[in-house]
């Protein structure tokens, strides 16, 4: 039921919408249907970078691919969780890391969804921030890719999201905009600094692209 | 139904022999790439294969919403109308504080193009340039953000005139009041106007490229030369001669106009380059292959439109 809902929601309205109305320019991420797992690793700027990589996403493998939100945002409530849970298919997580208790702590969270199967889609600057800015990457996205050194991280890069719907403004503008993907890449290390760097460089080159 | 879809298409042999035309060209085009690209594998024609190619997609759109129904045609240019201002405005960098001003300019588009559609002329012609000239300033205004305002107001404003305002007189072509003796009417003169002007385009990349020697403006597009400049005027103009059974005008009215269209066209071109030279872009986009941006495809008409139109508005009505 899901499965349904999500590919007419994502792969028919919300990919039209955003590129009709909003000028998104996307390309259908056919080279991911190869992949048997991944992590999708994006900057973020606006509440489109998420439409915009689910409608980018082949309907085949889009139930498969879990956006990770934080709980305090999309799951204020039991019904906006399952409701976030449901139509964004999104993993929820706490901002803060709880080593004592696993259970709610945001990198096992991650890593569980993983081993049932899940792809996720990653924002490592957190949260949104001033729009087209880039912020430093936080640490969570290594620690997750360091515990499954297997699964490749996909870097996606985009542009003019954060001026079409930015940060503290509910309106959407048509603004031009692009999503742009990279290679499906393996970690070289397992130092979470270096795995930063590396995912950093990956945005650079894609900006300029 | 019938008063949407009315195929007045094959009622009208005037059309119907410039819709051939065109398909006439596009055929020979592709042939003849196909043919030099077997022949000579070296010769680089994958730019003019990929323009050819988005030539078949835009005239069969075109011929599609305007030959068959006007009522889609108003829509589908009003929709060109907005993926040129959205493409243009991304271009310029707003303030984040103009958001709302952009807003407006966008909702003015509808409101244009219903005018242009109940063919009330006197609203049509003063909503942009004067309606929104004057509100666009007060909602800036009001938003309160005065560092760099004088910016935001100019260019929003000449956004909205570049690509709504100029645009919208192809819509306004179809909403003429018809002339006795006149059978093809606005779609004549829409297919007249959009034809030439692209032809235009085609005809000084032609010459440009066969003949081009002399730059005209090298600070602004290298490409433009004076036999290209020149080239595309004589062509166009003989062109327009020929397709006169389109317009209501006399023989030496078409002329006039034919060249007048490639004139304004070459300088639609030039100042879109100029402002892609300013904030240092090659293409406006990438939404048609081989060709760049809506905006690289339309820049002409959105000065040659508005001169064909009150050219013969004058003249003919």
């Keep these: ?209 | 139904m019938k008063d949407i879809i009315h195929f007045k298409f094959f009622e009208n042999n005037d059309i119907l022999i410039v819709v051939a035309l065109i398909f006439g060209i596009l055929i020979f085009a592709s042939t003849l790439f196909f043919i030099v690209g077997k022949v000579k594998p070296n010769a680089n024609v994958k730019e003019l294969k990929d323009r050819t190619k988005s030539w078949w997609v835009m005239a069969v759109m075109f011929i599609g919403a305007t030959i068959f129904s006007t009522k889609i045609s108003y829509v589908a240019i009003a929709f060109l109308s907005f993926v040129a201002f959205r493409e243009l405005y991304s271009m310029l960098g707003f303030r984040d504080s103009d958001r709302r001003a952009i807003f407006w300019a966008i909702f003015s588009i509808p409101i244009q193009y219903y005018l242009a559609y109940i063919g009330w002329y006197g609203a049509y012609i003063i909503f942009i340039p004067v309606v929104m000239f004057l509100l666009l300033p007060l909602r800036l205004v009001l938003k309160g953000d005065t560092i760099g305002i004088t910016k935001s107001m100019a260019s929003l404003h000449w956004t909205l005139m570049l690509t709504v305002f100029g645009i919208s007189h192809m819509a306004y072509l179809l909403s003429l009041p018809t002339l006795e003796g006149f059978s093809s009417g606005g779609r004549g003169l829409l297919l007249f106007l959009v034809f030439l002007t692209e032809i235009n385009d085609v005809m000084q990349f032609t010459w440009g490229k066969l003949l081009g020697r002399h730059k005209i403006i090298p600070k602004v597009s290298p490409n433009k030369t004076w036999e290209g400049f020149v080239g595309g005027l004589i062509s166009t103009t003989i062109i327009g001669y020929f397709l006169g059974f389109l317009t209501p005008l006399t023989d030496y009215q078409v002329i006039f106009v034919s060249f007048m269209i490639a004139f304004s066209g070459f300088v639609g071109d030039i100042v879109m380059s100029s402002i892609k030279r300013d904030v240092g872009v090659k293409d406006t986009g990438e939404t048609i292959p081989g060709h760049g941006g809506i905006l690289d495809r339309i820049d002409s008409l959105a000065y040659s439109a508005p001169a064909f139109f009150h050219i013969v508005y004058y003249l003919a009505y």
């Design chain 1, 1 to 209: 039921m899901q499965k349904i809902v999500l590919t007419v929601i994502y792969s028919f309205f919300v990919r039209w919408f955003l590129k009709l109305i909003i000028g998104v320019q996307f390309p259908k991420a056919k080279f991911l249907v190869k992949e048997k797992q991944f992590i999708i690793v994006a900057n973020h700027n606006s509440h489109l970078d998420t439409m915009t990589l689910m409608a980018s996403l082949p309907s085949k493998i889009l139930h498969k691919v879990k956006p990770v939100a934080a709980a305090d945002h999309f799951g204020k409530s039991g019904i906006q969780s399952k409701l976030s849970g449901f139509f964004i298919n999104a993993l929820l997580i706490p901002r803060k890391r709880d080593k004592e208790n696993p259970e709610n702590d945001p990198i096992h969270k991650m890593i569980k969804a993983l081993d049932e199967g899940y792809s996720l889609i990653l924002f490592p600057e957190g949260t949104r921030g001033e729009p087209e800015k880039e912020q430093p990457l936080k640490p969570g996205v290594a620690l997750v890719l360091r515990e499954r050194p297997h699964i490749k991280y996909v870097p996606a890069h985009m542009k003019g999201m954060g001026k079409a719907m930015p940060k503290g403004d509910n309106w959407i503008l048509p603004h031009k905009s692009s999503l742009k993907y990279g290679e499906p890449t393996a970690i070289t290390s397992a130092e979470v600094e270096s795995i930063l760097t590396q995912i950093e460089g990956d945005f650079r080159r894609l900006k300029e692209k």
